[in-house]
């Protein structure tokens, strides 16, 4: 029995090319849209609205953990854009959070839950953290101030 060479060769290159596809720095169910942080939302397109309620408080971030996992309004966590996780406020929820430190601020969607851990009232994205600047303190004070509620419990 001759084995065709073609053949070997062909099942040879398509087994390498599968084991280098698999090699990828990213989870390929995530798209990135850059290295950089991500805002979908703009502090001058909220400047007008109402504040409909206040709290104050202690901020943490998460990232690399939950990175790719679906938030519990089912989107995608992408740690490098701008959202938050809330123990009550409605998923859809949208917010300005003011780092009481440095006066920065974010305007930041309501797409999960959390935090859980006890003195904490807002876990927000890493990118959130950076644009707040407390990356290296881990936590700090924030205001969150509602802009719009959202619709999803």
């Avoid at 390498?16 to 798209?31: D, G, K, N, Q, V």
């Avoid at 979908?40 to 990232?63: C, H, M, N, Q, R």
Wanted: with cysteine; charged share 25%; glycine share 10%.
């Amino acid at each position: 029995m001759k084995i065709n060479m073609n053949k070997i060769n062909l099942g040879i290159i398509l087994i390498f090319l599968y084991i280098m596809s698999s090699c990828t720095p990213y989870p390929r169910y995530l798209s990135f849209e850059g290295d950089g942080v991500v805002s979908v939302y703009k502090l001058s397109d909220f400047k007008d609205y109402p504040v409909l309620k206040t709290e104050y408080g202690i901020a943490s971030y998460y990232g690399k953990k939950y990175h790719g996992k679906r938030t519990s309004s089912g989107k995608l966590f992408n740690m490098y854009k701008l959202s938050a996780a809330h123990r009550i406020y409605p998923l859809g929820t949208i917010v300005r959070v003011t780092n009481l430190k440095n006066d920065r601020q974010v305007i930041v969607e309501i797409n999960d839950r959390g935090p859980f851990v006890k003195g904490r009232v807002i876990d927000l994205s890493y990118g959130a953290a950076v644009k707040l600047g407390f990356i290296r303190s881990g936590t700090t004070e924030v205001k969150i101030e509602v802009l719009k509620w959202g619709s999803k419990k």
